[in-house]
């Protein structure tokens, strides 16, 4: 819960150390965050049960078309967006979660692995985020996206999503 230290309370950057690191339940990400990753290899699995890995909360400062230039806006950095850097994010790439087989599954099959409320700003910038398929047939299952909207906030609002050098599987 770095993300709620006084410090952090108008963005910052927490710094996830190289190594393995396994969540089991969403980790909600606020506006104005970066989770930067060490680049010799920082590696999130989830064994989620049918949950997002992330969840990106919807920018505080909006875009609003003939509003006053009081704030700078760049199309290459948003205001308040939430970055991903040097991950590599993978659904039960370990194999920890098992079908009723002893298998390894599929944990996300039915939600994205990074969910985006509405008006969020998300930036993956040399990210590697990988799905998994099942290696029993049938039932053939799969992560079912990368990244998605939810369908619980409001669609009115300015919603950007930057990737840069990273890979999807």
Not at 62 to 69: R, S, T, V, Y
Not at 70 to 99: H, K, M, R, W
Not at 120 to 148: E, M
Request: proline residues 6%; negative net charge; glycine residues 8%.
């Amino acid at each position: 819960d770095a993300q709620n230290h006084p410090r952090l309370v108008n963005g910052g950057v927490i710094l996830v150390k190289a190594g393995t690191y396994r969540l089991t339940q969403t980790v909600t990400i606020n506006p104005g965050i970066t989770i930067l990753g060490e680049p010799s290899g920082t590696y999130i699995f989830g064994s989620m049960s049918e949950q997002p890995m992330f969840r990106c909360g919807r920018s505080i400062k909006q875009f609003e078309l003939g509003a006053p230039a009081s704030v700078e806006y760049s199309a290459v950095q948003p205001t308040d967006c939430i970055t991903f850097c040097n991950l590599v994010i993978a659904d039960n790439l370990d194999g920890y979660a098992l079908d009723g087989s002893n298998n390894p599954k599929a944990t996300m099959t039915t939600v994205p692995m990074i969910q985006m409320e509405h008006g969020a700003n998300v930036i993956l910038d040399r990210v590697s985020v990988i799905g998994r398929v099942n290696n029993t047939f049938p039932p053939l299952t799969i992560t079912k996206q990368v990244i998605g909207l939810d369908n619980v906030t409001t669609a009115n609002e300015s919603t950007s999503l930057h990737i840069k050098d990273s890979y999807i599987d």
